[in-house]
C-alpha cells in the first residue's frame, strides 16, 4: 500500500513538473515582444484583482478573467494587480509578466 501512494505521489509530481516545463518553454522573439510592448502600452487596460493567483509563469487564470486581444500574436493580455501579464489563450497560463 505504501508504495501504491509513493509512486503515485511521484507520478503526479512527474506530470506537475512536465507541465510547469511547458509553459515555461514558450518562446517570444525580440521582435515580437518589442510589438507587444508597445501595443499594449498604446492600449492600457484597467487593472483587476485575481484573488488566489500568483503572477508566476505558468500560472493560470480563471475563465472569469477577461483576456484582450493583440493584432497579428497569437497571446492575450490582461492587467492583474498593475502588472502587463501575457497569456497563452488556450491554457489561460501565463506565459511572461512585464513590470
Do not use: W
Not at 16 to 29: E, F, H, L, P
Request: charged share 20%; net charge neutral; aromatic share 4%.
Amino acid at each position: 500500500m505504501k508504495m501504491h501512494l509513493t509512486g503515485a505521489a511521484a507520478a503526479l509530481l512527474l506530470l506537475a513538473g512536465v507541465g510547469a516545463v511547458a509553459a515555461q518553454d514558450v518562446v517570444i522573439q525580440p521582435e515580437q515582444d518589442t510589438v507587444i510592448r508597445e501595443y499594449v502600452k498604446k492600449q492600457p487596460l484597467a487593472s483587476v484583482k485575481v484573488p488566489g493567483v500568483e503572477l508566476n509563469i505558468g500560472s493560470a487564470l480563471p475563465d472569469t478573467v477577461e483576456l484582450h486581444e493583440i493584432p497579428n500574436v497569437k497571446y492575450r493580455y490582461v492587467v492583474v494587480d498593475n502588472r502587463t501579464v501575457l497569456v497563452d489563450p488556450g491554457t489561460r497560463k501565463i506565459i511572461k509578466v512585464y513590470d
